[in-house]
């Protein structure tokens, strides 16, 4: 079985971020987001993977490398224009062969891993198993509209939703998704869509099983699905300090410090995460806060945000909160007294607060 990992969006949603930087390498809890795919394929014994990549290939190529880090094998297949999901399978067929396989969106964080998923479709071999999970805005995700258990429609994001069963970023088929990608139309949006290919199948009799996700899935296509992705993975970490703490800063809960990270008269609450190189000093860190290598964190206070590599931000007299930072960025204090700033900041960007 092969995987398929699609990393070739745009990321429109967040932008200015990601004029700059791919989106599925925007980092939760200080690792990108498509490297939690690439571990959940692996994890599960798929060790062949097939990257879709587009405008940000040399990015993604340089954060993957050939895949031995992870002990795969990673194959890039190039995708010239964002087509829809059914397009990228068939970019993909001559990598697939007729090999089942998992198709994987790049920029999606499943909790529970795909082990057991894998090991049900090998099991059950079905043409098509498909990830469900009970959502409160359907009509922004593909939906499935079951009956006694059996999927019977399937409709890219719909103005009136026949249920709240939305489809996760994670599908698995085999080779007769080829057929059904050749046989439907563009979409309203000019998109092969995954849900119209699905469909086909269901209607010409093969076999669709759904699986309703236990534990969260995250799409991290917007700033508050990321920081709640960040948050959620934090909450699991365990301590770890490798850094140096001054004896005039105190650390609460669970905190990962990594290798030359200094602290300095500051307060850490966790969970959070430090980055190797940067520096805390007269500072607080509030809990679910991811701050990446590099960095400089100067009085000031921070919370439930991330911080990409290389940022300094001093002497900001209210907290940030719920903020995504890129890298390189530079936020400064000037001369009035704001309560609270909110961002969602470029790399190499430069702001003066007043």
């Known amino acids: 079985m092969k995987g398929l990992i699609l990393s070739g969006g745009k990321g429109t949603r967040l932008r200015p971020l990601t004029f700059t930087q791919a989106k599925q390498l925007v980092p939760v809890a200080n690792k990108p987001v498509l490297f939690y795919g690439i ?3 692996a994890d599960a014994g798929i060790k062949d993977i097939g990257i879709i990549v587009g405008d940000t290939k040399a990015e993604i190529k340089e954060a993957c490398g050939d895949g031995r880090r992870w002990g795969i094998k990673i194959t890039y297949i190039e995708q010239d224009e964002p087509l829809g999901l059914a397009h990228a399978v068939l970019v993909s067929e001559g990598f697939l062969g007729r090999d089942s396989f998992v198709m994987y969106l790049g920029d999606n964080i499943l909790k529970s891993g795909i082990k057991s998923l894998v090991a049900e479709f090998k099991q059950k071999k079905p043409n098509s198993l498909i990830l469900l999970t009970e959502v409160p805005n359907p009509q922004m995700f593909g939906v499935a509209e079951l009956r ?3 999927v019977v429609k399937l409709v890219e994001k719909p103005k009136s939703p026949k249920s709240n069963l939305a489809l996760v970023g994670v599908y698995m088929f085999d080779f007769h998704i080829f ?3 050749r046989a439907i139309k563009p979409s309203g949006r ?4 995954i849900t119209d290919a699905i469909q086909y199948l269901v209607d010409q009799g093969y076999r669709v099983i759904p699986h309703l996700v236990s534990g969260w899935w995250k799409d991290t296509g917007k700033i508050e699905d990321i920081l709640e992705a960040n948050r959620l993975i934090l909450e699991n970490i365990a301590t770890r300090i490798e ?3 001054d004896s005039a800063s105190k650390i609460n809960g669970n905190v990962i410090i990594e290798k030359d990270v200094l602290v300095r008269n500051s307060t850490i609450r966790g969970p959070a995460i430090i980055g190797e190189k940067t520096e805390i000093v007269d500072s607080y860190i509030g809990p679910f806060t991811s701050i990446q290598r590099g960095c400089k964190i100067i009085q000031t206070e921070v919370e439930h945000s991330i911080i990409l590599e290389g940022s300094e931000i001093r002497d900001v007299g209210s907290r940030i909160d719920e903020s995504l930072i890129g890298r390189g960025v ?3 204090k000037g001369s009035a007294k704001p309560s609270v700033y909110r961002f969602m900041v470029g790399d190499k960007s430069e702001i003066g607060i007043k």
């Open 243 to 245: 850094g140096s703490v």
């Open 330 to 332: 530079k936020i400064f």
């Open 190 to 193: 000019k998109e092969l869509e």
């Open 148 to 150: 006694k258990g059996k």
């Open 179 to 181: 057929e059904a990608a």
């Open 39 to 41: 571990e959940a394929l």
